[in-house]
């Protein structure tokens, strides 16, 4: 009898790892920006510059 617990207890930790790996194998989000760069004249001072 208490060879039959410890058996059935060494399956059910085997089963538990082996399916660890599916629940552990989410992929890395990715995220990409898109940034838009412009520049205008201005004379702040009287002196264009370009900002």
Do not use: N
């Amino acid at each position: 009898m208490a060879t039959s617990s410890i058996f059935l207890s060494f399956l059910l930790c085997i089963f538990s790892i082996s399916l660890l790996p599916i629940f552990t194998s989410a992929q890395d989000p990715t995220v990409s920006y898109k940034f838009e760069v412009s520049y205008i004249t201005t004379s702040p001072l009287g002196v264009p510059q370009q900002v």
